[in-house]
């Protein structure tokens, strides 16, 4: 991350937005001119693009990009789907995305700016002579108990919500928010309050809120259903943010591999913008508010908050070192809340029902409702929203339904979560305490079934090699350890090799406690459950 | 006091600071094992294996962090070697080393490599993963004139990434990829030779490895000698740490101890150092009869100086011999010169490069404040809101100094730069007042007009500390801003808003250039710089002033020194009795009271026969001072030249003697930068050939001539020196230290960062107005000759180019260019790189054609480095009405595509 880049950058704002501007038209000479007009190297434009998989010059030109996300590859549809599309497309017309989000039905692809998933042959050839179908994207949402995120929700209810907390003093729409105790959905769990408050004492001359909408976790798509289907609520949830902050921008960062998601946004600020409840003295409040709505170019990495932070600034998105933190120092050097969107999805509800209603909601540490979301092996699959608490059991069986094939284990809370073998799930119940001291981790609780057929090894490796594929770079042991890892297990698996175990348990150590941020820190964790809970399965790869 | 404990044991800790330098201050400079540290970058946290264990409590439960960038609060229990961190640093390196080549016995930086320390340190015996995916097969770089690269060497630290952004800011490196395939490139992935790199070297000396080199192997430990100096190539004055071998220079690199340059410098001070054995160099005495050059010995070449000297005093009088010193020399050389010509010539002939450059300067601080020296520090630009730089462009002329306020802009400090042409520095100002050359007096009138009109000025500060406001206030409010817009070309909203912003700045520093003072009303300029600073109480605290850019390496010094006809050793007034009294006493002898020539009118006193002999030391007048032809007559119409030099210079070859002087590697003493700080020059190796130091060839000759001077010592010379010049009273060789000291040294040492503090040198702070006035050289010739030409120079040479011309910098920058507005071009029909004739009232040059917005229709812009094209030629006679600091920024010229497509030398056009 460069101080200079962060300030240059900002002076352009975000009206004028580097990361946009090179997102556009990633050529050379395109580069280089924007290096003159933000008064950065080009070394930094072009380093920038060559961190992306839709931008980097190796992938452009691509016309359709196959999923290859976890989901997709434990329901093993993938390969089919490509020699169907090759029917269609040439091979080197073919990219690659990392999870679409359509876990329920699998089969994923994107095409002309919009996502599919288990098309038949003739729905196939059809797209292609259309270059566009209606989307056929269904699956179940559902909640066991509040309906704080997936309930229904009155337009004009939620426009007065605007013009209500508006009315208030900003501090008592903070405390609000405070007591309700509501916790980051991102997966690391940090209290809101206490990051708006620290925003909303940071000095700065301008303040930004940002809704990480990079939901990155393969496997995931509770956010992409609240981005599509429940947009007013992320959109008031940031509106209410920056009013206790002080901050006149809120920004979306949305994952490319998500266009509807985009689109769906796009529409309801329209909406807003129409009712008059964006913009300058938003209902002579005095409060200023606008939004901007980013789309991503392919970067796992970029649902780490600073790393987001870099994206948007237009510098490659490398991991931040904290402090500053961004409440003190985020986008373009200034206070800056990044939240994630089923974080900010709460806010109506806690602001329409009080904090001590949301609070009341699930346990006593993790308040309020869990989106889930189950993959195409549940006999149910779809979004769930249950309170904080509820056994994971419920969710599987009752809710899920239960599988539709054999399953040897859950990976939950998406690659950086635990690996859950069947014989814990009655031990769980969602929220964030009962998985850590089990073991395991809530993360963002997106649910992938690991077949029963499928091997251990082969799934071990293909977490290093995602992790190696997802790798900023930057710190030393997840850009080295991450790939020795998926040559360790390719080797061992081709049989040339026996993994030296204590060789393993130290990359896993150096990994765990060496790297930067969760993603080299977090990829041990369900290789250790794995190694703990399938050690009969792999010892055969082991000296 | 708040603690945190270091391995069970407690230690105070300092605010916001990380674990590691908590850990360094107690532990000393390696606590733990680092590598993508670097003192003068910020913390960046990629490689790991400084981390530590930290627990809330004594035997509590830990958190490996790293030190790097974690801060240290109360009562942190630090564990600095436990069994975890320790495994942790050694399985982070055996990941390193699963991609790098295990060369080290042929490595350039065996024995000083980051990485093998490390290595060693961590006690790493095999590497235990098996063969894998690795980068050894890339490719070196060896296209560029200094840098080298061999990125198979490359661990990804960032370490060359965050030195090109954060200490140069110049954005050449990044890396390109992600994860493990992520790479270092240079522009769009270019070589060094293709990208914009400065050549700095501030990539090379942060690799810990030999991924990022220089062809003279800078990290190499082949040299096992390293001395401390001080750089000879701008008033930034650098130190640098010069590695040799058996008396040769091997490389240079720069301390990070430095107060003055942290470690960075430019690729002048880091790179151009080779012209110091360069086989032309001068290396014995010689004496021109019948038209050549014959060597002799020393005592040949004084004794014919001597008789020379002796005779024209008893015929002609001392008046009739004059001196010019050389800024590049040290303070003791440049006082034993002006002694000579007082002492024992007996005249005030005595003048110094300062004249050409910044003599507006020293004059017009003076008036204002009583002291002719930049009143703050360089470090003030961190407690600055507001930096207003006129006249200069300091990324290339003092590249230190235009890195850290470039550096200050990037981050959003606000940035005023008032210049005709579209510097480094006003690509990233908030305000760039691009002005018609020669109207800063316009501008500056403006800008206060307006500040009074805002009501922005500081009224107590001027009642306290001021005189003359009453009588400036009504002039500036009666200003014609329409007249002041029409003639400076800026519309006077931008100038507006310039001036608010000054003003309103909490504190606001001003640094200026030879773009303020080489005009005809250049003394006045700095004047008025003064008054902007006074009027809006900008003086006397950290984070203001005006600071002026001081050009050579002891520009300053020599000034200080008395290189100058109307004041003695520490500015003392020669015309004053009581002085000349008190320098009499200090000398022994008789010293004149009559002020001397300054160098335009050493010249007119040769033209017109009056002036028979003069020793210049160091200084190329010919190629460098204006009208060159004029230049060239003096000389010849002078009986005796005798010219000090490292090189045949166009001046040199119109010698009658030659002396070969010494560079700045190869003698001792003192040089003065910019913001009065006297630090010490070591030699580094002995003067080449029979070269010698200048100093002593000056005793030589004072000796001979029948003064007792002893032999050149820097300790000695400075003791004579701290004993007459009042502001040096406190400083001796020793007391210098590594840092040197910012003048005036009291008795007891202190030394001064921030000058008028409580009150003025000369009491109360002088205001005044001064109205714009149109130079002569417009007025005269602008019909004939519509566009104005503007001299400047660039990063890679210095002056005259005698030194720089001699190094690989020339592969760099190969010739002098004219920017040319592109609409100027096309209706000459002029395209990019042809070459045009540019003639004004005193010559013609041909000169290659750079096209560029850098500079607006009307006006043109060159550099003087190369004695080839001979730029001053084309310049006039016109001088700073109060100093006759010449005015090389405004030159009325006409252009037309040149008539030859192949390159003459100036002499050859010339009528």
């Known amino acids: 991350m460069s101080k200079n880049i962060s300030s240059l950058s900002g002076r352009q704002g975000l009206e004028n937005n580097l990361f946009e501007r090179i997102s556009e038209r990633p050529d050379k000479e395109t580069l280089a001119a924007l290096a003159e007009e933000f008064l950065v190297g080009k070394a930094n434009t072009f380093g920038a693009v060559t961190f992306y998989d839709f931008l980097k010059p190796e992938n452009q030109g691509k016309e359709v990009y196959v999923c290859n996300g976890t989901a997709c590859l434990c329901a093993g549809t993938q390969e089919k789907l490509q020699q169907d599309l090759e029917k269609h497309v040439s091979a080197d017309k073919i990219g690659h995305m990392t999870c679409l989000g359509r876990c329920h039905e699998n089969a994923a692809f994107q095409y002309n700016g919009k996502n599919y998933s288990n098309l038949n042959e003739e729905e196939l050839s059809s797209l292609f002579e259309q270059k566009s179908l209606p989307g056929t994207d269904d699956y179940i949402i559902q909640h066991r108990g509040t309906p704080v995120l997936t309930g229904e929700y009155d337009k004009n209810e939620l426009f007065d919500l605007i013009r209500n907390f508006l009315n208030q003093n900003s501090a008592d729409v903070l405390d609000e928010i405070i007591s309700s105790g509501v916790r980051g959905r991102g997966g690391a769990g940090f209290p809101m309050g206490i990051k708006l408050e620290g925003c909303r004492n940071a000095a700065g001359k301008q303040k930004f809120i940002v809704c990480n909408a990079d939901e990155g976790d393969p496997g995931a798509y509770s956010d992409r259903y609240l981005l599509e289907k429940q947009p007013l609520l992320v959109l008031i949830g940031m509106m209410a943010a920056g009013y206790v902050c002080g901050a006149e921008w809120g920004v979306l960062y949305i994952r490319g591999e998500y266009p509807e998601s985009v689109s769906a946004c796009e529409s309801a600020i329209k909406e807003l913008t129409d009712a008059g409840l964006l913009g300058q003295n938003i209902n002579g409040s005095g409060f200023n508010y606008a939004f901007k709505v980013v789309t991503a170019q392919g970067a796992y990495i970029c649902g780490e908050e600073t790393a987001l932070l870099s994206s948007l600034e237009g510098q490659r998105p490398e991991v931040r070192v904290r402090p500053p933190y961004p409440v003190q120092e985020g986008l373009f050097r200034m206070p800056t809340v990044v939240n994630n969107v089923e974080t900010l999805a709460a806010v109506p509800y806690i602001l329409l029902n009080g904090g001590e209603a949301y609070k009341k909601i699930g346990t006593e540490r993790s308040s309020g409702t869990k989106l889930l979301s189950l993959d195409s092996f549940f006999n149910r699959p779809g979004i769930y929203e249950v309170d904080m608490g509820t056994s994971l059991n419920t969710v599987v069986t009752e809710l899920g339904g239960g599988f539709k094939s054999k399953v040897k284990a859950l990976h939950i809370g998406g690659p950086l979560g635990g690996l859950v073998p069947l014989s814990k799930i009655n031990d769980l119940s969602v929220d964030f305490e009962s998985f850590s001291q089990n073991g395991f981790l809530l993360g963002h609780a997106s649910v992938i079934c690991v077949p029963f057929d499928f091997p251990m090894a082969k799934y071990i490796e293909h977490l290093f090699e995602f992790t190696a594929d997802e790798s900023c770079g930057k710190c030393f042991p997840c850009r080295l350890g991450s790939v020795r890892g998926q040559e360790m297990f390719e080797k061992a698996q081709e049989g040339s090799y026996k993994i030296d175990r204590q060789l393993l348990d130290d990359l896993l150590e150096t990994l765990e406690q060496g790297s930067l941020c969760a993603l080299g820190g977090g990829v041990p964790l369900p290789i250790k459950n794995a190694l703990q809970y399938f050690e009969e399965e792999l010892k055969g790869y082991f000296e | 006091m708040k603690k945190a404990y270091i391995n069970n044991k407690a230690y105070e800790i300092n605010n916001g600071e990380t674990i590691l330098s908590f850990l360094k201050r107690y532990m000393g400079d390696k606590p733990v094992p680092t590598l993508c540290d670097a003192p003068n970058l910020e913390p960046f946290g990629s490689c790991r294996v400084c981390s530590v264990e930290v627990a809330l409590e004594a035997g509590g439960r830990t958190k490996t962090v790293a030190s790097c960038h974690t801060p240290v609060q109360e009562n942190f229990h630090i564990y600095t070697e436990t069994e975890s961190?320790?495994?942790?640093?050694?399985?982070?390196?055996?990941?390193?080393?699963?991609?790098?080549?295990?060369?080290?016995?042929?490595?350039?930086?065996?024995?000083?490599?980051?990485?093998?320390?490390?290595?060693?340190?961590?006690?790493?015996?095999?590497?235990?993963?098996?063969?894998?995916?690795?980068?050894?097969?890339?490719?070196?770089?060896?296209?560029?004139?200094?840098?080298?690269?061999?990125?198979?060497?490359?661990?990804?630290?960032?370490?060359?990434?965050?030195?090109?952004?954060?200490?140069?800011?110049?954005?050449?490196?990044?890396?390109?990829?992600?994860?493990?395939?992520?790479?270092?490139?240079?522009?769009?992935?270019?070589?060094?030779?293709?990208?914009?790199?400065?050549?700095?070297?501030?990539?090379?000396?942060?690799?810990?490895?030999?991924?990022?080199?220089?062809?003279?192997?800078?990290?190499?430990?082949?040299?096992?000698?390293?001395?401390?100096?001080?750089?000879?190539?701008?008033?930034?004055?650098?130190?640098?740490?010069?590695?040799?071998?058996?008396?040769?220079?091997?490389?240079?690199?720069?301390?990070?101890?430095?107060?003055?340059?942290?470690?960075?410098?430019?690729?002048?001070?880091?790179?151009?150092?080779?012209?110091?054995?360069?086989?032309?160099?001068?290396?014995?005495?010689?004496?021109?009869r019948n038209g050549t050059f014959e060597k002799v010995t020393w005592d040949e070449a004084y004794d014919f100086i001597v008789d020379k000297f002796n005779q024209i005093k008893a015929t002609e009088g001392p008046d009739a011999i004059a001196g010019i010193s050389s800024s590049r020399c040290t303070n003791e050389e440049n006082y034993l010169m002006q002694k000579f010509i007082r002492a024992v010539v007996g005249t005030n002939n005595i003048d110094g490069c300062a004249r050409v450059c910044h003599s507006p300067t020293a004059l017009g601080m003076q008036r204002a404040f009583g002291t002719g020296a930049a009143t703050n520090s360089v470090e003030d630009l961190h407690y600055t809101n507001c930096m207003m730089v006129i006249g200069a462009n300091p990324t290339a002329a003092h590249p230190v100094t235009g890195a850290r306020i470039k550096q200050q802009a990037m981050k959003g400090k606000t940035l005023i730069v008032i210049d005709p042409r579209k510097t480094e520095l006003a690509k990233y100002a908030d305000h760039h007042l691009a002005l018609r050359p020669g109207t800063n007096v316009a501008v500056l009138n403006m800008m206060m007009h307006y500040i009074l009109k805002e009501n922005l000025h500081d009224q107590e500060f001027l009642s306290a500390r001021t005189e003359g406001f009453d009588g400036f206030k009504e002039e500036i409010l009666n200003l014609d801003i329409d007249k002041m817009e029409a003639v400076s070309g800026v519309d006077r909203e931008q100038v507006r808003a310039a001036a608010i912003a000054y003003a309103s700045a909490e504190n606001a520093m001003s640094f200026h250039g030879l773009g303020v003072t080489e005009h005809s009303q250049g003394t006045y300029t700095v004047q008025q710089i003064a008054d902007l600073a006074m009027i809006t109480g900008n003086i006397g605290r950290r984070g203001v002033g005006v600071n002026p850019l001081r050009g050579q390496n002891n520009v300053q010094g020599s000034a200080d020194m008395g290189v100058q006809p109307h004041q003695g050793a520490g500015y003392l007034d020669v015309t004053n009795p009581d002085i000349n009294k008190a320098y009499k006493d200090f000398y022994g002898v008789e010293v004149p009271s009559e002020i001397g020539y300054k160098i335009p009118e050493m010249f007119d006193a040769a033209l017109a026969g009056q002036l028979k002999a003069i020793w210049i030391i160091g200084e190329d007048v010919v190629q460098t001072d204006p009208n060159t032809q004029k230049v060239i007559k003096a000389l010849k119409n002078t009986d005796l030249v005798i010219v000090q030099e490292l090189f045949m210079t166009e001046t040199a070859k119109y010698a009658d003697v030659i002396l070969p002087g010494a560079s700045f590697l190869e003698k001792s003493g003192t040089f003065t930068n910019g913001e009065r700080r006297v630090q010490r020059v070591n030699a580094v190796v002995k003067p080449v050939g029979n070269s010698k130091v200048d100093g002593q060839i000056i005793i030589d000759v004072m000796n001979r001539m029948g003064y007792n001077q002893a032999d050149y010592t820097p300790d000695g010379m400075l003791e004579e020196i701290s004993q007459i010049v009042p502001f040096f009273k406190g400083i001796s060789w020793s007391r210098l230290g590594k840092n040197g000291l910012q003048w005036p040294v009291a008795e007891d040492g202190t030394d001064t960062q921030i000058l008028h503090t409580e009150t003025f040198k000369r009491g109360l702070g002088r205001i005044d107005f001064f109205p714009f006035e149109e130079s002569n050289e417009l007025l005269e010739h602008q019909e004939e000759y519509p566009f104005i030409l503007t001299t400047n120079r660039n990063l890679e040479h210095y002056n005259c180019g005698a030194m720089t011309r001699r190094t690989n910098n020339v592969e760099i920058s190969t010739e002098d260019l004219l920017w040319i507005n592109p609409a100027d071009a096309e209706a000459k029909g002029i395209k990019d790189g042809e070459l045009i004739c540019v003639k004004s009232p005193r010559g013609k040059v041909d000169i290659k054609a750079f096209v560029t917005d850098g500079v607006k229709p009307g006006v043109l812009s060159t550099t003087f480095h190369f004695p080839e094209i001979m730029v001053n030629n084309l310049t006039s006679d016109v001088h700073d009405s109060q100093a006759m600091c010449p005015e090389y920024k405004v030159v009325a010229v006409d252009i037309r595509k040149a008539k030859n497509t192949a390159f003459r030398k100036a002499g050859e056009l010339v009528d």
Do not use: W
């Open chain 2, 85 to 288: 961190v320790k495994r942790l640093r050694k399985n982070i390196i055996e990941l390193v080393l699963t991609d790098h080549p295990l060369d080290c016995l042929t490595c350039e930086v065996n024995g000083n490599c980051e990485l093998q320390d490390v290595a060693a340190s961590v006690g790493i015996r095999s590497v235990r993963y098996p063969e894998g995916k690795t980068h050894l097969d890339r490719e070196k770089d060896l296209s560029h004139a200094y840098m080298t690269s061999d990125l198979s060497k490359c661990i990804n630290c960032y370490r060359c990434v965050r030195a090109c952004d954060e200490v140069q800011g110049q954005f050449v490196l990044s890396m390109a990829g992600r994860g493990f395939e992520s790479r270092i490139i240079k522009g769009m992935d270019t070589s060094f030779a293709d990208s914009d790199c400065v050549s700095c070297g501030a990539c090379s000396q942060a690799c810990p490895t030999s991924a990022i080199s220089d062809i003279f192997e800078s990290k190499s430990i082949v040299s096992s000698t390293k001395t401390r100096t001080v750089c000879t190539y701008c008033g930034v004055g650098c130190n640098l740490e010069v590695a040799s071998t058996n008396g040769n220079i091997q490389s240079i690199r720069a301390p990070y101890d430095a107060e003055v340059n942290s470690g960075h410098t430019c690729l002048k001070g880091r790179y151009a150092f080779s012209f110091y054995d360069h086989p032309e160099r001068l290396r014995d005495p010689m004496i021109k």
